[in-house]
Protein backbone atom coordinates (compact mmCIF):
# COMPACT_ATOMS: atom_id res chain seq x y z
CA UNK A 1 0.00 0.00 0.00
CA UNK A 2 1.16 3.62 -0.76
CA UNK A 3 1.37 5.81 2.04
CA UNK A 4 -1.39 7.58 0.91
CA UNK A 5 -3.96 4.98 1.18
CA UNK A 6 -2.54 4.62 4.35
CA UNK A 7 -3.25 8.06 5.43
CA UNK A 8 -6.53 7.89 3.89
CA UNK A 9 -7.51 4.53 5.83
CA UNK A 10 -6.13 6.19 9.20
CA UNK A 11 -8.64 9.16 8.37
CA UNK A 12 -11.27 6.91 8.05
CA UNK A 13 -11.13 5.27 11.45
CA UNK A 14 -10.18 8.17 13.23
CA UNK A 15 -13.60 9.79 11.17
CA UNK A 16 -16.01 6.91 12.75
CA UNK A 17 -14.64 6.96 16.11
CA UNK A 18 -14.94 10.12 16.40
CA UNK A 19 -18.45 9.98 15.04
CA UNK A 20 -18.98 6.94 17.84
CA UNK A 21 -18.34 9.31 20.56
CA UNK A 22 -20.31 12.08 19.13
CA UNK A 23 -23.63 10.11 19.26
CA UNK A 24 -23.09 9.45 22.80
CA UNK A 25 -21.26 5.59 22.88
CA UNK A 26 -18.61 5.15 25.47
CA UNK A 27 -15.22 4.55 24.35
CA UNK A 28 -14.17 1.29 22.82
CA UNK A 29 -11.44 -0.40 24.99
CA UNK A 30 -8.92 -1.55 23.24
CA UNK A 31 -6.34 -3.85 25.05
CA UNK A 32 -2.61 -2.54 25.75
CA UNK A 33 -0.46 -5.97 26.48
CA UNK A 34 1.21 -6.25 29.87
CA UNK A 35 4.61 -4.15 29.49
CA UNK A 36 5.44 -5.23 33.26
CA UNK A 37 8.69 -7.06 34.99
CA UNK A 38 9.06 -10.26 33.06
CA UNK A 39 8.40 -12.66 35.29
CA UNK A 40 10.11 -16.54 34.53
CA UNK A 41 8.77 -19.98 35.41
CA UNK A 42 11.31 -21.76 38.78
CA UNK A 43 14.00 -23.11 36.10
CA UNK A 44 13.44 -27.38 36.54
CA UNK A 45 16.30 -28.25 38.41
CA UNK A 46 19.00 -30.91 37.05
CA UNK A 47 22.17 -32.45 37.99
CA UNK A 48 26.18 -31.82 37.36
CA UNK A 49 28.63 -34.26 37.66
CA UNK A 50 31.76 -32.68 38.80
CA UNK A 51 34.93 -34.69 37.94
CA UNK A 52 38.54 -33.15 39.47
CA UNK A 53 41.26 -34.51 37.16
CA UNK A 54 44.78 -34.14 38.43
CA UNK A 55 46.87 -34.08 35.26
CA UNK A 56 50.21 -33.81 35.07
CA UNK A 57 54.25 -34.94 33.07
CA UNK A 58 55.03 -38.45 33.27
CA UNK A 59 54.37 -41.74 31.66
CA UNK A 60 52.03 -42.85 33.86
CA UNK A 61 48.86 -42.62 31.16
CA UNK A 62 45.16 -42.16 31.53
CA UNK A 63 42.96 -43.77 34.11
CA UNK A 64 40.09 -45.95 32.95
CA UNK A 65 37.60 -43.48 33.92
CA UNK A 66 38.92 -40.90 31.88
CA UNK A 67 39.99 -42.69 28.75
CA UNK A 68 35.88 -42.24 26.74
CA UNK A 69 36.37 -38.06 27.17
CA UNK A 70 37.38 -37.39 23.87
CA UNK A 71 38.47 -33.80 24.92
CA UNK A 72 41.00 -34.47 27.07
CA UNK A 73 42.78 -35.87 24.29
CA UNK A 74 42.82 -32.24 22.48
CA UNK A 75 44.62 -28.98 23.42
CA UNK A 76 45.02 -27.67 26.00
CA UNK A 77 44.56 -30.81 28.05
CA UNK A 78 46.84 -33.18 25.47
CA UNK A 79 49.95 -31.27 26.79
CA UNK A 80 49.28 -33.77 29.86
CA UNK A 81 50.55 -37.17 29.23
CA UNK A 82 49.57 -38.51 32.63
CA UNK A 83 45.67 -38.10 34.07
CA UNK A 84 44.03 -39.33 36.72
CA UNK A 85 40.38 -39.00 38.47
CA UNK A 86 40.89 -37.48 41.82
CA UNK A 87 36.72 -37.83 42.53
CA UNK A 88 33.42 -37.51 40.51
CA UNK A 89 30.89 -36.01 42.71
CA UNK A 90 26.93 -35.92 41.40
CA UNK A 91 24.87 -32.64 42.44
CA UNK A 92 21.74 -31.20 42.05
CA UNK A 93 21.98 -28.11 39.73
CA UNK A 94 19.24 -25.43 40.71
CA UNK A 95 18.75 -21.95 41.56
CA UNK A 96 19.77 -22.98 44.65
CA UNK A 97 23.56 -22.98 45.00
CA UNK A 98 25.47 -26.52 45.68
CA UNK A 99 28.73 -26.76 46.59
CA UNK A 100 31.32 -29.45 45.89
CA UNK A 101 34.81 -29.77 47.69
CA UNK A 102 37.72 -29.79 45.72
CA UNK A 103 41.08 -30.61 46.45
CA UNK A 104 42.16 -26.89 47.10
CA UNK A 105 39.39 -25.00 48.07
CA UNK A 106 35.46 -25.07 46.83
CA UNK A 107 33.60 -24.82 43.97
CA UNK A 108 29.61 -23.21 44.00
CA UNK A 109 27.25 -23.98 41.00
CA UNK A 110 24.08 -22.18 40.12
CA UNK A 111 21.65 -23.19 37.40
CA UNK A 112 20.88 -19.71 35.64
CA UNK A 113 18.97 -20.63 32.39
CA UNK A 114 17.64 -23.24 30.31
CA UNK A 115 17.60 -21.96 26.81
CA UNK A 116 15.04 -22.89 24.58
CA UNK A 117 17.91 -24.57 22.22
CA UNK A 118 17.91 -27.36 25.62
CA UNK A 119 21.26 -25.88 27.04
CA UNK A 120 21.97 -25.44 30.36
CA UNK A 121 23.80 -21.71 31.37
CA UNK A 122 25.57 -22.33 34.81
CA UNK A 123 27.86 -20.22 37.21
CA UNK A 124 30.21 -21.68 39.02
CA UNK A 125 32.01 -19.82 41.83
CA UNK A 126 35.52 -21.19 42.52
CA UNK A 127 37.25 -20.35 46.30
CA UNK A 128 40.26 -20.89 47.48
CA UNK A 129 41.00 -19.20 50.43
CA UNK A 130 40.28 -15.65 50.36
CA UNK A 131 40.48 -15.50 46.55
CA UNK A 132 37.68 -16.35 44.17
CA UNK A 133 36.35 -16.57 40.59
CA UNK A 134 33.38 -16.57 38.86
CA UNK A 135 32.81 -18.82 35.67
CA UNK A 136 30.32 -19.43 33.55
CA UNK A 137 28.94 -21.95 30.89
CA UNK A 138 27.00 -23.53 28.72
CA UNK A 139 26.72 -27.18 28.29
CA UNK A 140 24.50 -29.40 26.19
CA UNK A 141 22.80 -32.02 28.49
CA UNK A 142 25.14 -35.08 28.70
CA UNK A 143 28.14 -33.55 26.89
CA UNK A 144 31.24 -32.96 29.03
CA UNK A 145 33.10 -30.23 29.36
CA UNK A 146 36.18 -29.27 30.75
CA UNK A 147 38.44 -26.12 32.25
CA UNK A 148 41.80 -26.47 33.18
CA UNK A 149 42.41 -24.78 36.81
CA UNK A 150 46.17 -24.04 38.61
CA UNK A 151 47.73 -24.75 35.61
CA UNK A 152 51.74 -24.97 35.65
CA UNK A 153 54.23 -26.26 33.44
CA UNK A 154 54.23 -30.03 34.81
CA UNK A 155 51.02 -30.32 36.21
CA UNK A 156 47.40 -28.91 36.27
CA UNK A 157 44.19 -29.88 37.86
CA UNK A 158 41.18 -30.07 35.19
CA UNK A 159 38.08 -29.90 36.39
CA UNK A 160 35.08 -31.43 33.72
CA UNK A 161 31.06 -31.15 34.25
CA UNK A 162 28.29 -33.05 33.01
CA UNK A 163 24.88 -31.78 32.81
CA UNK A 164 21.96 -34.40 33.36
CA UNK A 165 18.14 -32.90 32.82
Do not use: C, K
Not at 10 to 36: C, E, F, K, N, T
Amino acid sequence: MTARVWTWSAAVVIAAGVAWAQQGHPPVPVPVPHLGPRVHAPLQPAQIDVIVIEAGAGDAGVDAALAGLAQLRRGPFAMFPSMRQVSRTTLPLGEAPSVATLPNGTATFTLEDRESSGRYRFRVHLAQGARGSDLTFVANPGQPLFTVRSSRADRAMILGFVVHP
